[in-house]
């Protein structure tokens, strides 16, 4: 059972990123997935998530307006689409898997290894 986050990178401000959450050793479409984000010296704070209950997404204030999530369950990923990125959002991004509903980050079973979002000029 593992889960792998990639798309990471350096991207100038106002540009964007995709980051991708695949899954192996189980299916993603009967787990909630959420993103989490750990900048140097702070802690990790969520980002947004998915559920498997009717599809419900959920944003924090940071990421609202900015940043989409989605499933393709064919291909047994989550992605996190970033626009308009700003230098704060520079941090580890990882993505966590529970079964089914969006917990809080305590609770999550899964977790990928991070990759790596440096916003700068």
């Known amino acids: 059972v593992q889960l792998q986050a990639s798309g990471g990178g350096l991207v100038q401000p106002g540009g964007s990123l995709r980051l991708s959450c695949a899954a192996s050793g189980f299916t993603l479409d009967n787990y909630a997935v959420g993103w989490f984000r750990q900048a140097p010296g702070k802690e990790r704070e969520g980002v947004s998530c998915?559920?498997?209950?009717?599809?419900?997404?959920y944003y924090s204030n940071s990421a609202k307006g900015r940043f989409t999530i989605s499933r393709d369950n064919a291909k047994n990923t989550v992605y996190l689409q970033m626009n308009s990125l700003k230098p704060e959002d520079t941090a580890v991004y990882y993505c966590?898997?529970?079964?089914?509903?969006?917990?809080?980050?305590?609770?999550?079973?899964?977790w990928g290894q991070g990759t790596q979002v440096t916003v700068s000029s």
């Open positions: 966590a898997a529970e079964f089914r509903v969006c917990v809080g980050q305590a609770d999550y079973d899964y």
């Open positions: 998915i559920s498997t209950i009717d599809g419900a997404t």
